[in-house]
Antibody, heavy 118, light 110 residues
């Protein structure tokens, strides 16, 4: 059973960097698939942030590309998100997920609320 | 990339059938058979209901089905049940190798 769990600070100050980690169990992330981050903005829908593969390929949402970095630690079976220069508009529930096919995500973490506020 | 267009809300009575549309462009829905649908209940993670336009993951009820025509994909739910009340999102692969989601549709079971 594949399981994902997000972790990281629930409160980040404006202009600082949001950092989250997704721990994966039940599957080795170096075995394949893309792994990604998605967020749900308050009162709005889902927004894809980006996806990465252990072989090094990464894809980012064009609207966030200048502020986002994704990385992977295969030895500890987790992957991470960094979002720089955050504002209140980045307040959201952040989910990590496994990308099953070209656009579908089949396993999701429970989500973690990140609030950007001073 | 612009979000895919979904109706803000749809509703139906128990036992009825409903359809939710998802309109994109020639750069996403219209070109690729990589449209997915997700169900999200309050305070829960999204659940994959349909992938690659019309495929159901194991364990998803056959009351849920997907289709596509041109730049518009659709999710159909037959035999509506109270537990189907949730938010539904579509997503598509894009020509840039990215993923784009729809704005979401709130389904109310009357």
């Amino acid at each position: 059973q594949v399981q994902l769990q997000e972790s990281g600070p629930g409160l980040v100050k404006p202009s600082e960097t949001l950092s989250l980690t997704c721990a994966v169990s039940g599957y080795s992330i170096s075995s394949g698939y893309y792994w990604g981050w998605i967020r749900r903005l308050p009162g709005k829908g889902l927004e894809w942030i980006g996806s990465l593969h252990h072989a090094g390929s990464t894809y980012y949402n064009p609207s966030l590309k200048t502020r986002v970095s994704l990385s992977m630690d295969t030895s500890n079976n987790h992957f991470s998100l960094q979002l720089r220069s955050v504002t209140a508009a980045d307040t959201a529930i952040y989910y990590c997920a496994r990308r099953k096919s070209s656009s579908s995500f089949d396993y999701w973490g429970q989500g973690t609320l990140v609030t950007v506020s001073s | 990339q612009s979000a895919l267009t979904q109706p803000a809300s749809v509703s139906g009575s128990p036992g009825q059938s409903i359809t939710i549309s998802c309109t994109g462009t020639n750069s996403d829905v219209g070109t690729y058979n990589f449209v997915s649908w997700y169900q999200q209940h309050p305070d829960k993670a999204p659940k994959l209901m349909i992938y690659d336009v019309n495929n159901r993951p194991s364990g998803v009820s056959d009351r849920f089905s997907g289709s596509k025509s041109g730049n518009t994909a659709s999710l159909a739910i037959s035999g509506l049940q109270a537990e189907d009340e949730a938010d539904y999102y579509c997503s598509s692969y894009t020509s840039s190798g990215n993923v784009v989601f729809g704005g979401g549709t709130k389904l109310t079971v009357l």
